[in-house]
């Protein structure tokens, strides 16, 4: 099956596509600091350059989009039907980079989290995401999803 969105448009909509500072990772910046947690931002010299990093609790966390990172059992993550060979290439060598990355991150002593869109989409106000991050963060687990 062929795209059914002409190469010059679909080259406009992709390149559209942020990987800093898009909505969930906002939000999710917007409810740490409301909870009195401070941060850095895209740690460059860490392994998969989380997008925020609380370094005093050495916690990295990964704001995932459904869809580029494939969540698991998530209705956005679903396989486009065009081009599938492509994009079953791109999605897998994004997955295999996240999980190349926790485990590094994991055997450097960080704790790792992973924020997923949907659970962001869900969320009732920015009060349950505050406190479902700050029990996270209080807990001392090694690794955990929202």
């Known amino acids: 099956m062929t795209d059914i969105v002409p190469p010059e448009t679909r080259s406009r909509m992709m390149a559209g596509i942020r990987g800093k500072n898009t909505a969930p990772e906002l939000a999710v910046?917007?409810?740490?600091f409301a909870a009195g947690l401070r941060f850095r931002l895209h740690r460059k010299d860490l392994p998969g350059k989380p997008d925020i990093v609380l370094p005093a609790r050495k916690v990295a966390i990964f704001v995932h989009g459904c869809f580029w990172h494939q969540h698991a059992g998530c209705p956005y993550a679903k396989?486009?039907?065009?081009?599938?060979?492509?994009?079953?290439?791109?999605?897998?060598?994004?997955?295999?980079?996240?999980?190349?990355?926790?485990?590094?991150?994991?055997m450097?002593?960080?704790?790792?989290?992973t924020v997923w869109e949907c659970s962001i989409r869900n969320k009732e106000s920015e009060s349950s995401l505050r406190a479902a991050l700050r029990a996270w963060i209080d807990r001392e687990s090694g690794y955990g999803e929202l």
């Open 108 to 113: 450097a002593g960080w704790r790792v989290l």
């Open 29 to 32: 910046r917007r409810a740490l």
């Open 79 to 106: 396989m486009p039907t065009s081009n599938r060979e492509f994009w079953a290439k791109k999605l897998l060598a994004n997955v295999e980079r996240d999980q190349k990355a926790v485990h590094e991150l994991r």
